[in-house]
């Protein structure tokens, strides 16, 4: 019996059906890609959400009907160029850079609905939001409340915008290079999704997270608030009379690195450094948050930092403290870090070598103090000037701004979204909540415009990307010559 050759016919229905299949796969693959890890995070509280959802919340006719009330259009009023914004608003036009040829349309909006927690939508300076699900804690309700400060403190020239915003903990929005069928990626542009933190694989559009208005659950306060506090216990003891070893307290559960950490911890057998403290919430939580004052917490000459799920808010804090930090390699980035220099604002610290790495760096320092005081200070320099509350405001500013210069149409209210304002959200909180909002709150319109955002400059960018590598190839080669020498003592 001969063999049957397939007609043509065959072969492209063939064709076509495999093709289908593809997208199919490729759709279904979008899936946990996407929503896998949303919320991978212990959670000491007893649920996995707050106790109301953002939904609920914008569902009260008490809040509608304020936020209708409010209606009188505020005075838009016109200032000079600002100074250059810090280096590090830079990055703003390369998380944008995916859209700079196509734009972005409606429906490239809509495609990342199945990512987002909410979507915003601004209208003449007002503000509507309509819920998808719920997010962790209070993250959506407090990103929420620091866009409305946002809207107050430069009322008027936040322009008409339409966004999708995702309040997990790891980036939605895969890279086209690190997708299984690159050729299929290229047809299609990523869905514009703001997120807290991207890494090398994501396109996610980095914002300020949450925490900068206050994390009520954890009763950390207000940045504003917080430099203060950082400012203070940095005075109150300097860094030759902390203790001469690297600190670190936080929850090792939500990423094996964490737990790997505490290998490093002072045993019977070894001491690498440093002093590990497993951060329990629900006792902290008893005890009325006696024991987890991050402005108590700068007494050691050397701060940890390591990525929990993702990023972490922790960077920020540990960097305040004029202790030099001592890094992990990082694999997510949130929008301020990818400008921090190893070697000038921290001390970068191997993953794969942790416990040595982390004993040469302490002992590195102890031997240059003047050195490693340096790079303290630069570090918290940077976080509590570079990164003070209007500088923050003002990367949303442009952040946003530049976003919606590329929309290729005018944003109108979803019929499911809801108004939100000042007003109405602070009116229906009570507790820590209603606390930290108030105490967020900005004090009227500013008097002076926005920094002046650097043009893009993808050379610089590079440039920057190059140091970064030669200041950890340069360390590396310090802690081999290190090792050596101490090899050769025994």
Known sequence: MGLKIPSPVSIA???????????AGFQW??????AGKRYFFWNPFGGSHSSDSLAARLAGEHGLLFCANTTAAAEVRQFP???SCPDYFRWIHEDLRPWNRSGITREMVESGKKLADFRLVIVGGK?????????FQTRDLFTIWGILQLLSWYPGHIPDLDLMFNCGDVPMVPAAGFWPWTWIRKWRVPAP?????????????????????????????????????????NEKTKWKERARTAYWKGNPYVSRTRRDLLKCNLSESHDWNARLYIQNWEEEIQRGFKQSNLADQCTHRYKIYVEGVAWSVSRKYILACDSPTLSMKDRYYDFFSRSLLP???????????KCPSIKFAVDWGNSHPQK????????????????????VYDYMFHALTEYAKLLRYKPTIPSAAKPVCLESMASSESGRVKEFMIESMVEG??????????????????????RKKESVKQVQRWEREGRDRWNKRR
Not at 14 to 19: A, D, I, P, R
Not at 343 to 353: E, L, R, V
Not at 445 to 466: F, K, M, Q
């Open 29 to 34: 693959l979008d899936q946990p890609f996407s």
């Open 127 to 135: 503000a509507y939001v309509e819920t998808y699900r719920r997010s």
């Open 81 to 83: 160029p600002g100074p």
């Open 372 to 391: 490693a005081q340096e790079i303290g200070k630069a570090g918290s320099s940077f976080i509590l000037n570079d990164m003070r509350m209007e500088n």
């Open 343 to 353: 070697g000038q604002h921290f001390w970068p610290i191997s993953a794969d070598n």
């Open 445 to 466: 319109p500013r008097n002076a415009g926005p920094c002046a955002l650097p043009p893009p400059d993808s050379a610089a960018v590079e440039s920057l990307t190059r």
């Open 13 to 23: 229905i063939s064709f076509f059906l495999l093709l289908g299949v593809l997208f």
């Open 193 to 233: 999704v703001f997120h807290y933190c991207a890494d090398d694989a994501s396109q996610d559009i980095v914002f300020p997270d949450w925490s900068f208005w206050g994390w009520a659950e954890v009763n950390i306060k207000p940045w504003k608030l917080l430099v203060k506090e950082l400012r203070a216990g």
